[in-house]
């Protein structure tokens, strides 16, 4: 870290990987926490010599630079009061005539970090250290495996704790999306030892094999709360919704990660627009940079999650944007795996079921082809929040409005003004097309209206469903023979 680097730390209030201690005399107390925390998230500066005071920050004196340098790094990297050896990068700037060291400690391959006793681990919420709980701790242990724990062997199993059904279907997938692998050419036997669904030598699954395939009970002896949840909330948020869901898929609905793929891909796709042709072989093909969009979030939450967290893989779909919830932190820092096209899978027996099926896109995180995807489809970033233990993806399904989007507003009704929060200006202007629509010809259909207003019938009934939950029309009369109204 350079002079003007530190300078400019020390000017920016959000400070998620900058901690900073005074230092006078000694090495303060403090600063070991501030280290198995760093060591146990993602890394950062640690620096000696500055105070703060409410939000601002002030360099002080330290009486005795050198000494106070020397203990901490003598302390760090000897491996007496740390369970692990820590090597820091360090920094020595005068600032106003005053000395400040930085010592950037790195996220460390060998967690949990702790000092003087396990109880002392420390991990990085936002700006403060906190200590971590059982579970915290459990999931840095199972970080120290990262890439090989699914691989291993579940014990006392079998082929005949595999569902049939799944395999069956899997090998007829792939002989139609990737004919030409030569995993299509194996009998039954050779194909489960090569895909490492079963080990060579025991002939047992390996975890990766049984949560793909395996019947649930033979999965729930090793995994006894194994779910995937998703969820469709009526509303922008868990605080709007008029009800805790709309839907949720239950677990009786699959057996194992190769079923649970098409039940919630069954219910996201449904929220982006999709063309359809035949291709050349007579297979039927969905063409959307949406829906590539989609498809690659769902295989990455699968094939990235950590299945013995006491966390389950969620997806949230809400009435502007989907989230995706992944147990299991990432193996470096989010800008590192974009940045260098970095291929780490948590679980990457898992990764190659799904690649070889065409499912997922490439073999690393996908992060890439998500947000590329997503930006063509509609105009829309994909958002993160990274914690140490967990990752959520955040897609929103409205389009932003620019010049690439022709919208369409004549005859808007200009007396309603629909007050809808977490839209657009865009999607409002539409959302007052709709309502207009209805407003002048009431009782259509939802296939009646993606007609009149020039949308697919995706996106109409995505907005039908915004203007319903907002009180603003209500659909009455049968299923088939009903239509939609404004609300009185």
């Not at 690659?296 to 502007?320: G, Q």
């Not at 970095?342 to 995180?365: C, D």
């Not at 140490?388 to 507003?409: P, Q």
Request: charge should be negative.
């Amino acid at each position: 870290m350079t002079k003007q680097e530190l300078i400019h730390k020390l000017s920016d209030l959000e400070w998620e990987d900058f901690e900073v201690k005074e230092a006078k005399g000694e090495v303060p107390k403090s600063a070991w926490e501030t280290v198995s925390a760093f060591s146990n998230s993602a890394g950062g500066w640690l620096v000696f010599g500055v105070k703060q005071v409410a939000k601002n920050f002030e360099v002080v004196e330290i009486l005795n630079p050198e000494k106070i340098e020397q203990d901490f790094l003598a302390i760090i990297r000897s491996a007496q009061k740390f369970n692990v050896v820590i090597n820091p990068t360090c920094a020595k700037h005068v600032i106003d005539g005053k000395v400040v060291l930085a010592f950037y400690i790195p996220v460390s391959k060998n967690k949990p970090v702790y000092f003087n006793a396990q109880a002392n681990t420390y991990i990085r919420r936002g700006s403060a250290d906190q200590k971590a709980t059982k579970e915290e701790i459990d999931s840095l242990y199972r970080d120290q495996t990262f890439g090989t724990k699914t691989s291993e062997i579940a014990i006392d199993t079998s082929f005949s704790d595999l569902r049939d059904k799944s395999i069956r279907e899997y090998r007829d997938y792939m002989s139609r999306f990737n004919s030409g692998v030569s995993y299509n050419r194996m009998e039954l036997d050779d194909f489960l030892v090569k895909m490492r669904i079963l080990d060579k030598e025991t002939k047992q699954c390996t975890f990766s094999g049984l949560l793909f395939f395996g019947n649930r009970d033979s999965i729930e002896n090793f995994f006894p709360d194994f779910r995937v949840d998703l969820f469709e909330i009526p509303g922008i948020s868990n605080q709007d919704a008029s009800s805790r869901y709309s839907f949720r898929l239950s677990e009786d609905d699959y057996e194992n990660l190769w079923e649970v793929y098409f039940e919630c891909f069954k219910r996201l796709r449904k929220e982006v627009d999709v063309d359809f042709k035949l291709t050349a072989e007579g297979f039927g093909e969905e063409l959307s940079p949406g829906l590539k969009a989609i498809r690659e979030a769902l295989v990455n939450m699968l094939m990235h999650a950590d299945y013995f967290s006491p966390a389950h893989p969620r997806i949230r779909i809400f009435s502007n944007h989907i989230e995706y919830y992944n147990p299991g932190g990432l193996p470096k820092p989010l800008a590192e795996l974009k940045g260098k096209d970095l291929s780490i899978p948590r679980n990457p027996i898992l990764a190659k079921l799904f690649r070889m099926v065409k499912l997922a896109e490439n073999a690393g995180y996908g992060l890439d082809n998500i947000e590329h995807n997503w930006k063509e489809y509609n105009n829309t970033s994909v958002d993160y929040v990274i914690d140490f233990d967990s990752t959520i993806v955040k897609m929103r399904t409205y389009k932003e409005l620019n010049e690439g989007v022709n919208l369409k507003n004549e005859g808007v009704n200009e007396g309603v003004n629909l007050k809808i929060e977490g839209v657009n200006e865009g999607v409002l202007l539409e959302l007052h097309y709709l309502y207009d629509t209805i407003a002048n010809q009431e009782g259509k259909k939802a296939v009646e209206l993606n007609t009149l207003i020039n949308k697919s019938l995706a996106t109409t009934e995505r907005y039908l469903k915004i203007l319903k939950e907002q009180g603003y029309i209500e659909f009455r009369g049968a299923s088939k023979t009903g239509g939609y109204f404004i609300k009185k």
